[in-house]
């Protein structure tokens, strides 16, 4: 599926194009970074729903947010690829990342708002 953008429309988790799940969630800032030199922040935002495909979902609706960001992590590095070299330290920054953006998206889900099933006019509930 393509969003406005002409881009695929991947899970918001673990970047699966087989999507099955739209959660819906309010805005929010999901991260902001200090940019020192150039004397600004720069901000990163979550805008809409978040899209999960089917094994996301399942960990998302069974609470296994460990497990969750753990898929997230194998995805980054896939993604990556080979080139990629992680430390430690940085497998535990990552992670951490990852965890702290899971723990928002929990804030913000909208809670008593039934979620949106995904279906071929997806692009169209955004």
């Known amino acids: 599926m393509l969003n406005g953008n002409d881009k695929p429309e991947i899970c918001d988790f673990c970047s699966s194009p087989d999507l099955f799940f739209a959660y819906l969630a309010s805005d929010f800032a999901a991260v902001e970074v200090a940019m020192p030199h150039a004397h600004a922040t720069f901000v990163l935002d979550s805008l809409g729903a978040w899209v999960a495909c089917r094994e996301c979902t399942r960990l998302i609706e069974s609470e ?20 990629l070299v992680v430390s430690a330290v940085d497998e535990n920054r990552i992670k951490s990342f990852i965890r702290d953006l899971h723990a928002q998206f929990r804030k913000y889900r909208r809670s008593g708002v039934h979620d949106a099933g995904i279906r071929s006019t997806f692009a169209a509930i955004n």
């Open 64 to 83: 296994l947010w460990e497990e969750l960001v753990e898929r997230s992590f194998r995805a980054f590095r896939e993604t990556r690829g080979t080139e």
